[in-house]
């Protein structure tokens, strides 16, 4: 079997439109287009896009066009297809990232409504399904791709969707829709039994023997069931699963103890040790599930638990599925499928719709599927919400009364009734929310700031500062529990005010403070005591550099400023401007460099590609030659420069340089950068062998996903911008893991990014949920 194509463009141009329906010339369609490019209201390539179907296909139905165009400009914003109800109801939510100008800001969104001015839901939709461009597998059946054996596979858009909400995709994004829900699907079906009483032997000598249950009548109220023994029980009968929660709430140690119990039941079964993947999206994820994965597997140990049979090694992603050099497509898939019984993967909310459907189409058909991650972070950087979608119903789980019956006799816990559903679909049954943090209190500090960002609805800004209070749904599709909602900006700065008055520190600290601009001098106190405080890197890449070459203590030395750097973290959440990555690292360099904290190679004006000692890095693009992954941070450092005995560097264009230090290496010094390794050992690597990587002094909410610090500081613009959301709040909020700091110019700022939510449009949950 050939792997999918997704990629390929019809080999004929399209055929003529058969539409009747009077229409605008192309030209000044494309004219009006081409005017919102120059606006940045569009992309060139989605004018590019508008631009084939129109010359090459002879498309002429301008609202053919501009449902093309704005679909490829969705799809740019993260959104896996064009939702045409959503666009008719609030054309407004389109077109995010226009230039800051009022202006013409104004005149773009006057034109947009113009066009879709008393255009019908049904007639545009008729429009599409007519147009030789466009599949219509709406109107052939069924949307969600059951009826595709009879689509073309030659146009290149899809309409899909319902009746009620009729989509349009780009076709590779429909396709990997279909692999997702399709992989998913043919798992929800597969029944694995598994006895209850043999299982409650099993999670017993894991866990410890459950608490047995009081009456009804004598349980004490609020008193919440063990989540995590109930994912273990849920996902030893599924082929897929999903465990979700949010930090500290103990997502590695349950898919640890799930992986023993796995094992456990299949030695008791006679079979033989199944055959375990852990991945992650990036290599610093990967990292920091092994590390987690290493340490809950030796306490495992102790406690007489099949262990050995639990493998540490986590790669990414792109290494397990075998990329390809020069392709998107890779080494495993549907005719080669990956050798493992079961694949884990952390992080899961950093994987987008592509990579989720070349996983899906990798597995052989009876492997397991185990998904990690907090549903409530910032979804991937390319299309898709892959985990959010699947997740939207956790909060309340919605168990059938047959599958409470059974996790009483299989784990002795009662799931409270408000979380069962007899109308629960079969993904409910396969996904378990962890609602307990064992890492902060909710008392206050960061774990009471996170549930404050998190689990509010969002509203209105301005009227909610006007009140106090207001009880309303949650705002998540199909939600049933209601909960008290404060203004959210009042109820954050009380917070923060709270904060200041307290005298413990156990609950993870947070501070506010108010900033005009980069130059503000608080800002540079907070910069230089959290890199070059006694214990931070760069005074340590100083005062505790090795007098000798020796490769044992250079390696001792990397190790802790590498474990030094993760102390403190500067967040953005923009890449350009002087709040963004780019002003902000300049700014760093320039602050650092006169405290006479960098490396003397630090002069002249900061430059981004600059090598200096001291420079963090971070690595943006797989770099399997060197053995390094998208996300890995590494550390510029001064080491003494191998060379021979008249200390000449021994770099010939004909020879590899090497990146070990050797013995005895002459004391003349050199630019090395230090990498961790997944042993723990350290891997230096010449910066000129390092061709995508960024500097990290700041860096942006979305590069910090997969890592964790113990003091996270974000900075908000001094104006509102489409990027400030409750999900990126409470991302860079969970970055931290003792004390977050927050730098705002203006509470206006962060009451807007309090009330904002990201909905990416997808057609994932038709037919799942």
């Given amino acids: 079997m050939e792997q999918l194509d997704l990629f390929s463009q019809p080999s004929a141009p399209l055929s003529a439109p058969t539409s009747a329906t009077p229409q605008t010339p192309p030209g000044a369609v494309l004219d009006t287009l081409a005017s919102w490019v120059e606006a940045d209201a569009l992309r060139a390539l989605d004018l590019a896009l508008t631009r084939f179907i129109a010359e090459q296909g002879g498309e002429a139905d301008d609202a053919v066009l501009l449902a093309v165009a704005l679909t490829s400009e969705r799809n740019g914003h993260g959104h896996v297809c064009l939702d045409l109800q959503g666009v008719l109801d609030d054309p407004s939510a389109l077109l995010g990232q226009l230039r800051d100008d009022q202006a013409v800001s104004t005149g773009v969104r006057r034109q947009l409504a113009e066009r879709l001015q008393g255009l019908r839901l049904s007639d545009w939709v008729a429009r599409l399904a007519r147009s030789p461009a466009i599949s219509d597998r709406l109107g052939a059946g069924a949307g969600d791709g059951s009826d595709a054996g009879a689509d073309d596979g030659v146009s290149p858009l899809v309409l899909a969707g319902t009746a009620t909400q009729p989509l349009l995709y780009l076709r590779r994004y429909w396709q990997y829709e279909n692999l997702i829900r399709d992989g998913i699907l043919g798992r929800l079906v597969q029944r694995l039994d598994v006895d209850p009483v043999h299982l409650r032997l099993q999670l017993d000598a894991i ?93 495992l140990a102790g406690q007489g638990v099949v262990h050995e049979r639990i493998p540490t090694r986590v790669q990414t992603l792109h290494r397990l599925l075998g990329t390809l050099p020069d392709s ?100 409910d049954q396969a996904v378990v929310m962890l609602r307990t943090s064992h890492r902060f209190s909710a008392r206050g500090g960061i774990g009471a ?25 949650r705002n998540e599709p199909g939600s049933r529990i209601a909960t008290q909602r404060p203004d959210r ?36 106190a907070l910069i230089i005591d959290g890199h070059g405080a006694d214990d931070g890197y760069l005074r340590l890449m100083h005062t505790q550099a090795p007098a000798t070459a020796d490769p044992a203590a250079l390696d001792a030395w990397a190790r802790r400023l590498l474990e030094a750097q993760k102390r ?60 390094l992954m998208n996300g890995d941070i590494g550390l510029t450092l001064n080491v003494p420069a191998p060379g021979d005995s008249t200390g000449r560097l021994q770099e010939q264009a004909s020879a590899p340089v090497p ?35 960024e500097t990290v002094f700041a860096m942006t909410v979305h590069k910090a996903q997969g890592s964790e610090f113990t003091h996270t500081a974000l900075i908000l613009p001094d104006r509102p911008n489409p990027v400030l959301t409750r999900e990126l709040l409470y991302t860079a909020i969970t970055r931290a893991r003792q004390r ?20 990416r449009v997808s057609g994932l949950q038709q037919g799942l949920c």
């Fill in 489 to 524: 900006l009042k109820a954050a700065l009380a917070l923060f005010d709270a904060e200041a008055q307290r005298t413990d520190g156990d609950l993870g600290a947070i501070a506010l403070q108010r900033l005009a601009d980069p130059a503000d001098p608080r800002f540079t």
């Fill in 568 to 627: 403190f973290q500067l967040l953005t959440p923009l890449r350009q401007g002087v709040w963004g990555v780019e002003g902000l690292n300049q700014r760093i360099i320039e602050l650092l460099r006169g405290q006479g904290l960098l490396g003397p190679d630090a002069v002249g004006p900061a430059q981004p590609r600059q090598w200096f000692a001291g420079r963090p890095v971070l690595v943006t693009r797989n770099e399997y030659g060197l053995n």
């Fill in 740 to 759: 977050f700091t927050l730098l705002v110019g203006s509470d206006a700022v962060l009451a807007e990014a309090l009330e904002r939510r990201v909905r």
């Fill in 207 to 299: 866990f410890g023997p459950a608490q047995a249950e009081a009456p009804m009548s004598e349980r004490v109220p609020g008193r919440a069931p063990d989540w995590q023994r109930i994912a273990c029980a849920l996902a030893a009968r599924s082929a897929f699963f999903i465990i979700t929660g949010g930090p500290g709430t103990g997502k590695t140690t349950t898919v640890v103890r799930l992986l023993a119990l796995l094992q456990g039941l299949a030695a008791d079964a006679g079979a033989s040790p199944l055959r375990i993947e852990l991945a992650a999206p990036t290599g610093k994820a990967a990292a920091r599930l092994n590390e987690s994965i290493a340490g809950q597997v030796l306490s």
């Fill in 328 to 427: 998107r497509r890779f080494r495993h898939h549907a005719a080669n499928p990956l050798p493992a019984d079961v694949v884990v993967v952390d992080e899961a909310s950093m994987v987008d719709v592509e990579m989720m459907a070349r996983l899906l189409q990798a597995l052989r058909p009876d492997a397991r599927l185990i998904l990690l991650g907090d549903k409530d972070q910032l979804s991937s950087v390319e299309a898709g919400a892959v985990l959010g979608d699947l997740c939207q119903r956790a909060a309340d789980a919605r168990y059938r009364p047959a599958v409470v019956d059974w996790l009483q006799a299989a784990t002795g816990q009662h799931v409270p009734p408000a979380l069962t559903d007899a109308a629960g679909t079969a993904l």
């Fill in 659 to 693: 990146d070990r230090m050797p013995a005895g290496a002459e004391s003349r010094q050199m630019l090395r950068v230090a990498f961790p390794t997944a042993d723990g050992g350290v891997r230096w690597v010449l910066p000129s062998r390092l061709q995508s990587v």
């Fill in 449 to 473: 700031l996170a549930a404050l960002v998190n689990g509010m609805p969002p509203g209105d800004a301005q009227s909610q500062i006007q009140s106090q209070s207001q009880t309303e749904s």
